[in-house]
Antibody, heavy 120, light 113 residues
């Protein structure tokens, strides 16, 4: 059974870098069938696609965040990661890691999400 | 970006009655080569991640009850719950996956009247 689990600090100071890791169980991030994604949801608000990565390391980022985002993959640990630099309070959100079964496809499995608060 | 809108923002329906949610995309999400609209619906309950309900406009994900159905094409879509159950209380989001960045509608909250 596919499970995704986010981990990382729940509190980040303004101007610093948010770093999260997603660990996959019940599958392999090296699979050629899937893309691995990050999506966020500010408290009480809607969903925003951040980007995705393929096992080859190829990435796709939301242009609105592209200058600050890096998504990477570690096939040896079966993990992929998100870094978001120069954070502000507007980056406070629940961050989800998720699976996309194809380049233009839905998001079929989601992690439980982790709340990251940006505050001094 | 393809902007997604939903209506209504919220609705309250009696148990066993029909609930319908509309979604519009700012441009067509119909891919002519396969005649498929790249439109999905998700259900999100409090303190849970979204759950995929429907993809390709009308295909139910495995395990989703058949009271959930999707329809539409191009730029206008509808999610229908034919007979609302207590466990259907949630926020429902549409999403286009035709073009990155994939974008979601703002959500429609469904409650019991």
């Amino acid at each position: 059974q596919v499970q995704l689990q986010e981990s990382g600090p729940g509190l980040v100071k303004p101007s610093e870098t948010l770093s999260l890791t997603c660990t996959l169980s019940g599958g392999s991030v090296s699979s050629s069938s899937y893309y691995w994604s990050w999506i966020r949801q500010p408290p009480g608000k809607g969903l925003e696609y951040i980007g995705y990565i393929y096992y080859t390391g190829s990435t796709n980022y939301n242009p609105s965040l592209e200058s600050r985002v890096t998504i990477s993959i570690d096939t040896s640990k079966n993990q992929f990661s998100l870094k978001l630099s120069s954070v502000t309070a507007a980056d406070t959100a629940v961050y989800y890691c998720a699976r996309i079964p194809g380049a233009n496809s839905v998001t079929d499995y989601w992690g439980q999400g982790t709340l990251v608060t940006v505050s001094s | 970006d393809i902007v997604m809108t939903q209506s209504p923002d919220s609705l309250a329906v009696s148990l066993g009655e029909r609930a319908s949610i509309n979604c519009k995309s700012g441009q067509s999400v119909l891919y002519s080569s396969n005649n498929k609209s790249y439109l999905a619906w998700y259900q999100q309950k409090p303190r849970q991640p979204p759950k995929l309900l429907i993809y390709w406009t009308s295909t139910r994900e495995s395990g989703v009850p058949d009271r959930f159905s999707g329809s539409g094409s191009g730029t206008e879509f509808t999610l229908t719950i034919s007979s609302l159950q207590a466990e259907d209380v949630a926020v429902y989001f549409c999403q286009q996956y035709y073009r990155t960045p994939f974008t979601f509608g703002p959500g429609t909250k469904v409650d019991i009247k």
